[in-house]
């Protein structure tokens, strides 16, 4: 079970059916049956009880109620195994709020520490009743019986329950508060430095002791009250130093020094040039705007220049070594899976983490940015209607605050001695002196992955100390929603899905219609195929070509594309597949291999489709015997080209498989060893890789001097033919073709793909490149190969 240590993060939940029985005034029993909703936080103890209403959707919208409305959604919900299919809307509803749900019996000893209490309370309440007055206890309204409450009141622990309880509730209902108002206005103090010293200055204030650098009223200028608290407007100032000194990254000095006078401007007509006024969007209150409150600032004099606030505004333009990044960077599945066959290999003990307020702890701000505070803070410091904020940090919502963020980032990773890739911009790498790879570190907005020697640990270490670190794993970790898991002994990783897949539930098909019927609503494609995408792309390429299949007719779906969907879904649940990255094997010895393959119009408009598979090996391929290889990138996409044949569509698909091939070749002589891009380009790789294809009339033609039929059919593969064979001497890419009966890619492809190749290399991590002399198509029927002259 999760350690819950702060309110709302992890609660219980129970459903019970609940019997009531009463006697009526005319002797009759009267039996009511309600189902019970429970709901208990796992820090506080804090607890709220619903009843649901026999309806559709009942369970979903109660919990909704009592619980994710007032006090927002949990990250962790545990439920008992016995309910887990008892709403397949309460699924949905976890999935859209992405809350994780776990199962306990409810026998354990949370359940009956938690919520199990609720309920044996009520029913202890119930046993210990006194005999039944005539008249008494068949009042409805219980709040006016007089025999029940001393009949609740006779308990003598009731009062210390009772205690708690308040207790519990207030201290939830204090740290929700702070926490959602952190959430709206956080950008205003983004750095803990910021938030300890504003508290403290707040205390202050309450207490009555007024620092030097806060305006005070002047007894000789307040006008006499007429009654209630005077309004003392209170503005915080800060000098221009300051600014300056947090602009250039210097740590700030604090307030204007003795005998400073602060430089105030009062009217928005003198303020800088390029800056903008910004009204509080919904999130940044947490109550609805009062009308009567919403004054407009009134306009300058006419004398005096005011800036047009709905103009463009003006943004400097930074300097062209600034410009390869323009957003949060997010690295693609290949450069994860480098990173973790690296630490696997190498014995790295693999680490995760990610930085907390990520947007609010980007470079400040290049451009001033005011805005009007919500009311909350108005009557909390006394403000009028015409103070404003100014913005320090590019707060989330703005253009520039996933650059100012990666700006920072990277800043500080390079601060700590790595090295950016050319390549990838969010691949890092430590090394010594004389070149060799001391750690590893990838990024993924604001979560961080990687491995290393203990000089990777100092830096890491380093670099802790300057950005705000959240949670921090070793070992097991979950990134970007993967569960990534490395045995402590062995130094092996693999890499699954297994928790999302399990609450992925089917869609319902009967009320839709027959299987021809167009579906009505566009949405429920739309969120099949982006589940699904979300899947085959991570770690599932068994369904890649599905998942590209149903985005192409989100559109145009039916109910049929509806069962394909629930199809996949069952049998992922039914065959988990891991990736897995192997230790112990050298680096050097380490051999590219791509696996590709081609569908002529398999798509649902008659496209042709391509998917490869790109896998790291041993030279002991070479030689066609069994050797160990793993999964580092596929990809399953349509065709940019319309073909008129099969090898057409097969050489298209080759060349992305050598595309990336040469891709990756120049990843792996980045990082291991030290070489350019330019340098790359000016070198023919020393270790070999391999190219494996199903297509006899493409092998001929970049292996062999004649050329395929298909160019009397269609001349343009003269080129393609031309430019493959070039790549395969300058890239020393040996090509070995395969019948169909042993093509991986297969299931990449089309929709009644063969997957068994795939899974050998999935379950068994193994492959060989078999010597076939013959089709698949005779191979399957039993026909003898023609014996060599």
Partial sequence: MPHAETPNQVVAIDFVQVELKRESRDGTVEEVVRNVLTVVDLATDFCQQIVVPREKHAFSKAFHQVWGRPYGVPKTVFMDPDHRAMSS????????????????????????????????????????????HAGSLADVDEQRNIVSQSQVLADPTFSAKLHLREIAAKAFLEEHARDTWRRAVGGLRPIAEDEVQFRALSKALEQGDMPDDVERADEQLREKSEGGPRKIRRRFYRSQAYWEARAAGMPPHGALHEGETPNVVHDLGQAEPNSVLMQPDQNMSL??????????????????????????????????????????????????????????????????????TAFLSGDPSQRDIFFRPPKEIKEWMNLSNDDLFRLEKAAYGLAEA????FLRLSRELKSAGLLVSQLDPCLYSLRSKNGKLLGICGVHVDDLIGGGEKEMDDALSNLRKQLPFGDFRTFTIRY????????????????????????LEPVETKPLGSANTPLKDASIMRTCAGQLAWVA?????????LASFLQGIQDKGTVAHVQLY???????????????????????????????????????????????????????????RRTVCWIIDWQSKKLRRVVRSSVAAETLAGQNGLDSIEAFQAMLAEV????????????????????????????????????????????RLQIDYAIAKETTVNQN????????LRMSSDCLTKLKGDTKPLYEILDEGTYEITLCTQSGKKEKQGVEPKPED
């Fill in 89 to 132: 809307e309460w699924q949905r509803y976890l999935v859209r709020n992405n809350i994780q749900l776990l199962y306990a019996a409810a026998e354990s000893h949370w359940q009956l520490g938690k919520v199990e209490v609720v309920n044996r309370i009520l029913r202890g309440m119930a046993q210990r009743r006194e005999p039944r």
């Fill in 287 to 356: 109550e609805p705007d009062d009308t009567s409150q919403q004054e407009s600032v009134e306009p300058p004099n006419s004398d005096q220049s005011m800036p047009d606030f709905n103009a463009p505004v003006e943004v400097p333009v930074p300097p062209d070594d600034e410009l390869q990044v323009t957003s949060n960077r997010r690295k693609p599945k290949e450069t994860k899976h480098l990173i973790l066959s690296l630490c696997a290999a190498k014995r790295w003990k693999l680490w995760g983490a990610d930085i907390k």
């Fill in 402 to 405: 996933p650059r100012a963020w």
């Fill in 480 to 503: 970007t929603g993967i569960e990534i898991r490395q045995c402590p002994n062995t130094f092996a990783i693999e890499l699954g899905q297994e928790a999302y897949i399990d609450a």
């Fill in 537 to 545: 792309n991570s770690t599932r390429p068994d369904q890649a070509f």
């Fill in 566 to 624: 629930n199809k996949a879904i069952r049998e992922m649940k039914q065959r988990k597949v891991c990736l897995r990255f192997p230790s112990g094997i050298d680096v050097k010895d380490w051999r590219l291999m791509c696996i590709s393959d081609a569908g002529w119009g398999t798509r649902a408009n008659g496209e042709s489709q391509g998917g490869f598979i790109l896998c790291i090996t041993t030279p002991t391929i070479f030689e066609r």
């Fill in 672 to 715: 291991l060893d030290g070489l350019t891009p330019r340098q790359f380009r000016e070198i023919v790789p020393t270790n070999p890789a391999a190219l494996v294809i199903d297509s006899k009339g493409f092998f001929d033609a970049i292996t062999r001097s004649c050329c395929s039929q298909a160019v009397s059919v269609e001349k």
């Fill in 733 to 740: 890419i040996i090509v070995f073709w395969v019948n169909n």
